[in-house]
């Protein structure tokens, strides 16, 4: 039971690539997210999903975007990155949002340059 | 616009000592959680809080929602080093603050 991964765990891009950040657990939960934390602050959302083939978008979904073909995967996709989405990213899941643990990933480093 | 504020931002103190962090929320919400953080590190769940009154109690930390002051609070009992980390509550999944850096001095 590996929990929530996350890879890569590293990654440095230039002005205008893209990327996918991947998240993958294996709780069988419903409820996956994506959150980004700069430096000395807390989370913000950036997209979540309830379930496969659902997702929404948080408090900061510019510039991003996901997709939810399976229970067990939940990428986030960075089209044309900025050097603002330099950040750490946590993907996140729990199996029901009143009873259950949120668990989270190790966490993704992202330097835009 | 929604706030979730923590204070203090940073506390220090001894070994064995007693504090409190406070969390004050701008609306409404039937979900209050806590979290922490070591350094470098990923989140941990610590609690969710779900109604008015709601306590729960883990080791040596306790939490508590007061939904109509919109505040909840984070009680370190005789506080020890592993206790240092950064502690944030969040107001359901979506918004957190900034959170609370501990530092417990042996």
């Known amino acids: 039971n590996a929990g929530v991964t996350q890879t890569p765990k590293f990654r440095i891009l230039k002005i205008g690539q893209s990327m996918t950040l991947q998240c993958t657990q294996d709780m069988n939960h419903n409820y996956m997210y994506w959150y980004r934390q700069d430096p000395g602050m807390g989370l913000k959302l950036i997209y979540y999903s309830v379930g496969a083939g659902i997702t929404d978008k948080g408090e900061v979904p510019n510039g991003y975007n996901v997709s939810r073909s399976t229970t067990e995967d939940f990428p986030l996709r960075l089209e044309l990155a900025a050097p603002s989405q330099t950040s750490v990213y946590f993907c996140?899941?729990?199996?029901?949002?009143?009873?259950?643990?949120?668990?989270f990933g190790p966490g993704t480093r992202l330097t835009v340059l | 616009e929604l706030k979730v504020e923590q204070n203090p931002l940073f506390l220090s103190m001894q070994e064995g000592k007693n504090y409190t962090i406070y969390c004050n929320y701008s609306t409404t919400s039937d979900r209050l959680y806590w979290y922490r953080q070591d350094p470098g590190k990923s989140l941990e769940s610590l609690f969710v809080l779900l109604s008015n009154g709601a306590v729960k109690q883990e080791g040596r930390l306790m939490a508590s929602l007061d939904t109509k002051a919109r505040l909840s609070t984070l009680h370190i009992t005789a506080a020890v080093h592993d206790l240092s980390a950064t502690y944030f509550c969040?107001?359901?999944?979506?918004?957190f603050g900034s959170g609370t850096k501990l530092n417990v001095k042996p």
């Open positions: 996140a899941s729990e199996g029901e949002p009143s009873t259950d643990t949120q668990y």
């Open positions: 969040a107001l359901g999944k979506f918004y």
